[in-house]
């Protein structure tokens, strides 16, 4: 379906706040139907993470690169480089992000160089795993949420060092060798695994199924998807825990069906990865998902 056929989410800003170089936004996106949507990024960096769980089968793809029919999935968090043109699929419903638009310069001012953002490296941004960017994204969003003293300042240094991270996450890709990731069918068996059981699965269980020694499989892993095996089952099962959550499971339910020990051990696990407890981000989201949204403010 061409993107001129398409209906576009409407989205608003709930927060905003502003600094040298660097803009945080918490925006809220209402999506009707399952839709196909066009995000073009004229200047700067575009940091995405969600804080509800992202529709379904988000895809991401670049189509003047890579054609009309590669899409990639779409990550807690992923980034848009300048000059380029991202479309996305997904499920319909609403949904909350953190928005952070970071200057071109201050990136490439702290990386020391332009950074290459070639077919491979845009793949590897649409799915970010580090857990150094995630806490300052999450640090970031309660500074635009709830303004403190100093906050343009602290929005400041936060937006230097998420550029930092951005930078560093870049040139990591380039360091990587092309070749001895997993190969797709064994990230899809992984994918499989997590979505058909909460609990977590050991290292050994994954290398069984991918047919690897459990060496050749973290490093594959690293190699694939940019971050650890590790990261990612945690990232992947906090995601199905916010859709519990949201669909109104209790945490006691919630904590055994994943296969914690007890709700407290799930709420520690949860509050680490989210940034908040199980029931403050329930509730959290309740409120912003029940409130309406405005008319459509662009991108």
Not at 99 to 128: F, N
Not at 162 to 175: D, M, P, Q
Request: glycine content about 10%.
């Amino acid at each position: 379906m061409p993107y001129s056929d398409v209906q576009r989410p409407s989205m608003v800003v709930d927060a905003a706040l502003s600094g040298e170089g660097v803009l945080g936004r918490i925006v809220r996106f209402d999506i009707p139907e399952p839709t196909d949507t066009r995000h073009p990024v004229d200047a700067g960096y575009h940091v995405n993470m969600c804080l509800t769980p992202r529709p379904l089968q988000s895809r991401g793809g670049y189509r003047r690169r890579w054609g009309p029919h590669r899409m990639e999935r779409l990550g807690d968090i992923f980034a848009i480089p300048p000059g380029e043109e991202l479309f996305i699929k997904g499920g319909s419903g609403r949904q909350a992000s953190l928005i952070c638009t970071i200057d071109a310069a201050l990136v490439e001012e702290l990386a020391g160089q332009p950074l290459d953002w070639d077919d491979r490296h845009l793949a590897a941004a649409l799915d970010i795993g580090s857990a150094q960017m995630r806490a300052l994204l999450f640090r970031i969003t309660a500074e635009v949420r709830h303004p403190g003293h100093a906050s343009q300042r602290m929005l400041e240094l936060l937006g230097g060092e998420l550029a930092i991270e951005l930078a560093r996450y870049s040139l990591e890709v380039t360091e990587r060798p092309a070749t001895g990731g997993l190969a797709g069918w064994r990230l899809r068996l992984i994918d499989e695994r997590l979505a058909d059981d909460l609990r977590a699965p050991s290292l050994k269980e994954l290398a069984e199924l991918c047919g690897l020694s459990v060496r050749q499989l973290t490093r594959g892993f690293r190699v694939s998807r940019a971050c650890s095996i590790g990261d990612y089952i945690e990232q992947r099962r906090m995601e199905a825990a916010k859709r519990l959550l949201m669909e109104g499971e209790s945490v006691k339910t919630i904590a055994f069906t994943m296969g914690f020990a007890s709700p407290s051990s799930f709420t520690f696990a949860f509050r680490r990865a989210v940034g908040a407890s199980p029931s403050t981000f329930r509730q959290r989201q309740g409120r912003v998902l029940a409130e309406p949204l405005g008319l459509d403010a662009g991108n």
